[in-house]
């Protein structure tokens, strides 16, 4: 038995579906001759760094409608004219490469690069663009690199799975590309642990325009009208003894025809697609090089069963491929572009499926280390806004703790209420003093010197101000005063009570009541102001007890105040 499977194990050689080569020095040599074919007949390499948010394929279908240039030119006259096209050849690059996957366009010319950009500015807003300098992705002698490419499954005018074959995608295919792209959590078959530094991915779509002609007449392509009157005509089948017998197409023939006879006047795109792989090791680059091209298989129509199927390049084909790709061209044939019999494998396909193929996505996909736009910032808030809205807010909270004095409470707490809330001079602090009717200590309201100065700050500014005494005299004399009784205006003197006795507040059930304290206590207490203009003050140690009360900036004596106020301004 042990015979029998050594002979086997020789006849059988295990080979990979896309085999590996050393980059040694005639391969690099020949990698760096792509390279500087690129700089010098080519247009930069434009870094796309687009927003989560975008309109994903059907932005790029618009892109790819709008540069779309076949750069026709006529040769000969009469009947002996024909047509030339010169056109230019452009790149899409997917690249995996440190860690991080980024999207690259490579436009043939400066001018077709200028044009790029502000397409791309126009159909994917707020997307960073900035010419790369790096012209490939790492690619040092030793690595391995391994590479495939796409043909299609059918003729060219089946389309792929696309807009405009009635099915389209469910979710984005480049969900799953890009995740086999990434490396984050890989090993070797022996063990060998592989960073993402060990392996670059790059997926490459050479475009370019070809002629309307391309869906109307052979030789370069075919008219789809007849193409799709074809598909709809029943299948013969049988044979000379059994005889023949036509076969209804069926639905699915049905809406085949349908989809190909949509493409009449369609703009047109020759395309190569290629997967390069690189990695120091052998396998890797293998392993991804097949992941990665099996996964545009998902790019199958049921309906017109058109798809793109991956095939592996030769290893004695790989240095013609790599420099292609590094010079961001592709070699197709004039006999590869003639459409007799049932076509070459060259990809032509409409411009919605290069915008299927070659799209930049959006936010539907969720690989990590994808290169966003960083989001942007608008303008900032000014500093002052925050401060306004701060004081509306107490302004608020204010009139709903004290419903009955906002007003009042509002005018309290800035200079402008002191400047309106004019006092008899004789309850004035200073003045009260200078006419020998004060002690040092507290004034007639119970307040000492630094309280009174703090709560009249205002009005000492107009102390000589002739039109303010006559208001605090008019006031006075409305409010039955005489010269020997101290007013604070909006307060009397209640009938029978001592001259030096504070008058009670009216406000004694409200939200501040006053509460009596132990007598005897000798305890001075200082009267605070705070920003409703409520001063608590208590009496000395003269008066046998300690009672505090609280005032709204008047002697309280049940009198509604704020009427009388509007009066007196009234007649005056």
Not at 221 to 236: C, D, F, H, P, S
Not at 294 to 323: A, R, W
Request: proline share 7%.
């Amino acid at each position: 038995m042990e015979i029998l499977n050594k002979i086997a194990d020789a006849l059988v050689e295990e080979t990979s579906v896309y085999p590996a080569i050393q980059v040694d020095d005639e391969l690099y040599e020949t990698y760096k001759e792509g390279i500087e074919l690129a700089e010098q007949t080519s247009g930069p390499r434009l870094r796309v760094r687009p927003p989560r948010e975008n309109e994903g394929m059907d932005a790029s279908i618009n892109l790819y409608e709008t540069v779309h240039d076949p750069r026709e030119r006529k040769i000969g006259f009469g009947r002996f004219k024909f047509i030339q096209t010169d056109s230019h050849q452009h790149s899409y690059e997917m690249v995996y490469d440190g860690g991080k996957l980024q999207f690259y366009l490579k436009p043939d010319t400066r001018v077709d690069a200028n044009q790029f950009e502000r397409q791309i500015r126009k159909n994917y807003p707020n997307s960073q663009i900035a010419e790369a300098d790096d012209m490939f992705p790492k690619f040092e002698k030793g690595d391995y690199v391994a590479m495939a490419g796409m043909r299609l499954k059918k003729p060219f005018f089946y389309p792929i799975k696309c807009k405009i074959s009635e099915e389209e995608f469910e979710v984005d295919p480049y969900g799953d590309i890009t995740s086999d792209m990434v490396v984050e959590e890989d090993q070797t078959s022996d063990g060998i642990r592989v960073t993402a530094e060990d392996c670059r991915v790059m997926v490459q779509t050479i475009f370019e325009p070809a002629r309307d002609v391309w869906t109307k007449k052979l030789p370069y392509g075919r008219n789809v009208t007849e193409a799709a009157a074809q598909i709809k005509e029943g299948e013969l089948t049988g044979n000379h003894i059994q005889g023949w017998e036509l076969r209804d197409p069926g639905s699915k023939r049905k809406r085949s025809a349908k989809i190909v006879d949509k493409l009449h006047g369609a703009k047109g795109y020759y395309m190569t697609i290629r997967v390069v792989a690189i990695s120091p090791y052998q396998e890797i680059a293998e392993r991804r090089c097949n992941t990665v091209a099996s996964d545009f298989e998902k790019y199958y129509n049921s309906f017109t069963e058109q798809g793109l199927e991956p095939y592996s390049i030769d290893p004695e084909d790989i240095p013609y491929h790599l420099k292609q790709v590094a010079g961001r061209t592709h070699d197709i044939s004039w006999l590869s572009r003639v459409k007799f019999g049932p076509g070459a494998p060259t990809v032509l396909q409409p411009v919605s499926a290069l915008g299927s193929i070659a799209h930049i996505p959006n936010e539907e996909i969720n690989t990590p280390v994808v290169d966003w736009a960083k989001q942007q910032t608008g303008p900032g808030v000014p500093a002052e806004a925050g401060r306004r809205d701060e004081e509306k807010r107490e302004e608020t909270r204010n009139g709903d703790r004290h419903p009955g004095v906002n007003q009042w409470a509002t005018q309290a707490s800035n200079e402008t209420h002191h400047s309106r809330h004019r006092t008899s001079p004789r309850s004035h602090p200073l003045r009260t003093q200078e006419n020998g009717q004060s002690d040092p200590t507290a004034n007639q309201n119970g307040q000492s010197p630094e309280q009174g100065a703090t709560a009249s700050g205002a009005d000492a500014v107009g102390e000589g101000d002739d039109a303010l005494e006559t208001d605090a005299e008019q006031f006075n004399q409305q409010n039955g005063a005489d010269d020997s009784d101290p007013l604070v205006k909006g307060s009397e003197a209640q009938p029978g009570a001592p001259p030096d006795e504070p008058v009670e507040s009216i406000y004694q059930e409200g939200p501040f009541p006053t509460e009596p304290e132990p007598a005897g206590s000798q305890d001075d207490s200082d009267g605070t102001i705070d920003v409703f203009g409520i001063t608590r003050r208590g009496t000395g140690s003269e008066s046998g007890d300690n009672e505090p009360e609280t005032s709204w900036g008047a002697a309280d004596d049940g009198v509604d105040h704020v009427d009388q106020q509007k009066n007196s301004e009234n007649s005056r």
